[in-house]
């Protein structure tokens, strides 16, 4: 591994070891700038509100960790990051290195009480070049995506616990009354394994710009019924 791939890897360890420094107060892009430079999957703007998007995003392949348990979804990214880390810069049965890519998403099966440890699954999108053949690993495991349907929120700043709990309040708030908050709920209770799915573009480096997202999943067939 070369000196600035170790120094990127620190410098992201040390970030995520120090909630001080996490904030989700500062305004996004829309658009998120990384994406301008490495690959991220493609998606169908379906609607834009108040605060909130609706995407359909296209078939695309997902390299995912086990479930980690942890009281913080901070720590439990940091946790899944460094395994897909090590999977990219080629830890991997096929000894191969890949691409890195955008957002790695980690999804939040919350805990039922305040001390009690939530579900995390981190995931990293795997570039088209490598989806047919994505290399196997020890305690990862590829997920296939068909047309997936999100509702989405952007917040800028590093990520921290707090600010996720508020930032998806916000949004449930912003869909409050829809057809798109009526699907995710029926989809949610169809599907309690995933309550809701954190999105981060930046580098550790980037320091301004920064663009996160809070994503809710539902099936596009719960707003049709309706």
Not at 38 to 50: M, Q, R, V
Not at 78 to 84: I, V
Not at 186 to 213: C, H, L, M
Request: with cysteine; proline share 6%.
């Amino acid at each position: 591994m070369g000196a600035i791939k170790l120094l990127e890897l620190a410098l992201f360890l040390n970030l995520f070891s120090n909630p001080a420094l996490f904030c989700g107060k500062e305004k996004p892009q829309s658009f998120p700038p990384s994406c301008n430079r490495i690959e991220c999957p493609s998606y169908d703007l379906i609607e834009e509100g108040n605060g909130f998007e609706i995407r359909r995003y296209n078939s695309s392949v997902w390299a995912s960790t086990s479930k980690i348990d942890d009281i913080s979804l901070v720590q439990a990214t940091r946790t899944g990051f460094l395994q897909l880390f090590n999977y990219i810069q080629g830890k991997n049965d096929d000894k191969k290195k890949i691409e890195m890519t955008a957002p790695v998403i980690t999804q939040v099966s919350p805990s039922d009480g305040p001390l009690c440890e939530s579900s995390f699954v981190v995931s990293f999108y795997v570039p088209k070049e490598n989806q047919a053949n994505p290399p196997s690993s020890k305690g990862l495991h590829i997920q296939k995506w068909e047309p997936t349907y999100v509702a989405v929120r952007q917040f800028g700043g590093f990520v921290s616990d707090y600010a996720v709990g508020e930032e998806a309040a916000i949004l449930q708030s912003s869909l409050a009354g829809s057809k798109w908050a009526a699907a995710i709920e029926k989809s949610q209770k169809d599907n309690p394994k995933t309550s809701y799915t954190v999105a981060g573009y930046n580098s550790p480096f980037e320091i301004f710009n920064r663009v996160n997202e809070i994503w809710f999943n539902f099936d596009m067939d719960n707003v049709a019924d309706m």
